[in-house]
């Protein structure tokens, strides 16, 4: 993790996210990472509508915001809330992603990416078809299935 963080491609910035997001130039950056705490006090303005419409306008054609989206077993109305401000901001391509966290309440976590003009229906799968590098888990397959809803998620994002 530690080790990439002086790679020229990516900035590392530690600051007020929403204001940096409002202030930053138009289709200036291709990726915005929210790893925020929980949409409450101080966080809250980076689950909104507004700050996603700031996410869109920075974002390159091309261009992925991924937002941190809490627990997609206890938290499903925030979850559904956290899409509707995407998409009310002009994201129309959205994807969730669930994955294990055992440090976190009920152990199941989720990250809802959402890109500016291109469909996330088969997000790097031709990357995962065609991969040049040797590894003893990832493949295809893996690819689709973490990209995967549970019946119960697909039938209340409407996915």
């Not at 509508?49 to 937002?67: D, K, T």
């Not at 959205?94 to 440090?103: G, Y």
């Not at 152990?107 to 997000?123: E, I, N, P, Q, Y």
Request: overall charge neutral; hydrophobic content about 35%; proline content about 6%.
């Amino acid at each position: 993790l530690c080790s990439a963080n002086k790679d020229p491609r990516a900035q590392l910035i530690f600051d007020d996210g929403i204001r940096y997001m409002r202030e930053l130039e138009a289709e200036s950056v291709d990726l915005v990472i929210v790893d925020s705490t929980d949409p409450v006090g101080p966080a809250e303005g980076l689950f909104n509508q507004a700050f996603y419409q700031s996410c869109l306008r920075a974002l390159r054609p091309g261009g992925i915001v991924v937002q941190q989206s809490e627990s997609p077993l206890v938290h499903v109305g925030l979850l559904q809330n956290l899409r509707t401000q995407m998409k009310g901001a002009g994201f129309p391509y959205l994807r969730t992603l669930c994955f294990p966290q055992p440090c976190y309440p009920s152990g199941w976590w989720s990250a809802t990416m959402a890109r500016k003009g291109v469909d996330l229906k088969s997000f790097r799968e031709r990357g995962a078809e065609t991969k040049k590098f040797e590894t003893q888990y990832y493949n295809v397959d893996t690819h689709r299935a973490a990209l995967a809803l549970p019946e119960f998620l697909k039938r209340a994002l409407g996915d």
